[in-house]
Nanobody, 124 residues
Framework: QVQLVESGGGLVQTGGSLRLSCAASRSIFSINTMGWYRQAPGKLRELVAEITGSGSSNYADFVKGRFTISRDNAKNTVYLQMNSLKPEDTALYYC??????????????????WGQGTQVTVSS
């Protein structure tokens, strides 16, 4: 099992910036993708950005040019730098990891894991 601990959400004014962090609870053997999704009230959860094991990244059109995803392999952490925030970016942001780890028996185990979410609120 892998726990994902998110931090960095909060309240910011339009045009402001926030940086979200997501730390995995155990060392990652390999990454398929790690990324961020968001869900606003009454809407479906949607992909914001993801980064692959090879380091390539993919962004939703509505954040291109404003958000940047990155990762620190040594810290098992993925970041989302969010600039030029808009009120429509207000949502609960979830970290997602499709990764392989070594379990307590030292066997490789792959899974799709979610964090509990961090709230981002952008005021107008």
């Amino acid at each position: 099992q892998v726990q994902l601990v998110e931090s960095g959400g909060g309240l910011v004014q339009t045009g402001g910036s926030l940086r979200l962090s997501c730390a995995a609870s155990r060392s990652i053997f390999s990454i398929n993708t790690m990324g961020w999704y968001r869900q606003a009230p009454g809407k479906l959860r949607e992909l914001v950005a993801e980064i692959t094991g090879s380091g390539s990244s993919n962004y939703a059109d509505f954040v291109k040019g404003r958000f940047t995803i990155s990762r620190d392999n040594a810290k098992n952490t993925v970041y989302l730098q969010m600039n030029s925030l808009k009120p429509e970016d207000t949502a609960l942001y979830y970290c997602n990891a499709k990764v392989t780890v070594r379990d307590t028996s030292w066997r490789l185990s792959s899974g799709n894991y979610w964090g509990q979410g961090t709230q981002v609120t952008v005021s107008s």
